[in-house]
């Protein structure tokens, strides 16, 4: 079932008299109970896409055009009050850094009690059973302790632990997860990406995985969306995407994981960097990076075309298709 749907979303930055774009011509789906990552190096507009979905986009940024669906209801014009309403929720984000969620001066318990009691009408002593028995679903160890503890007291991973216990509260129907474990030592990263699955599963809620992490995508998601500089390149279920990448920014961010370095060799880079909102080049934005560019790529923007069962937006790959059918069809007359 479709849950949310991002139709030609166009995003945005007004700096300094000039009218940037930051995400362009954005589109998919998520259905419920489905993991979706969306991959990219920073700067490739991954985050202002999960912002998003959630209108909160601040100046000097807006939505330039599009649409946003959640269940038929779009979210772009929606009034303040039924925002705060799908926020949370509904929709629910995870940050790298829980700090951003979790308030500074208030206890652990009282934040959960405040989260139980915003749309329940239960005694404190009730919310407070409620909120240690989710504390100990999120496998935080000693829960009555942590109930009375401040966020500044506990570990980046259980604070983490703390803000999956307050999504599990809210029982929205997607999580936005932001590079929910880009902060963490990498045995935690583990276990919070295992919770992170086994909530979504056990409770069929679906979740966008914001990541540069191929690593952890590979073990989560579905389906993958690759963003460069602003535009979706790649799109397919995950074990394609992965095993056979079809636009060249795949294959390169593929080859830059250091378990594809021979041992004493230097790690795989893709050349350059990505172009910032105001370098935007004509053409295929990731022309200057790529080994296959031509002058049609340095003037004209490709379009997405079916390869497979993934989407992707290059020329080379359409001219490899082109070529294939044409091959085909001469063998069959
Ligand atoms: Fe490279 Fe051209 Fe494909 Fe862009 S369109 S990725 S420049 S081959």
Redesign the pocket.
Known sequence: MNLLSVNNLHVNFHIKGQDLAALIDVSFTLNRGERIAIVGESGAGKSILGFSIVNLIDKPGYIKSGSIKLQNKEITTMTPRLLQEVRGKRIAMIFQDPMMTLNPVLTIGAQLVEAIRSHTRISFKDARNIAIEKLHSVQIASPEKRFNQYPHELSGGMRQRVIIAIVLLLNPDIIIADEPTTALDVTIQAEIIQLLLDICRDNSMALLLISHDLGVVSRVAERTIVMYAGRV?EEGPTLEVINDPQ???TQGLLNALPQMALPGQRLNQIQGNMPSLNERPT??A??SR?????D???QQQ?DFIQSGVSSV?????ENMITEFEQNTDEESL
């Open positions: 390149v636009h060249p920014y053409g295929c990731f022309h790529c080994p296959y560019a031509t049609k790529c340095r490709p937006a290059c020329f080379m790959v």
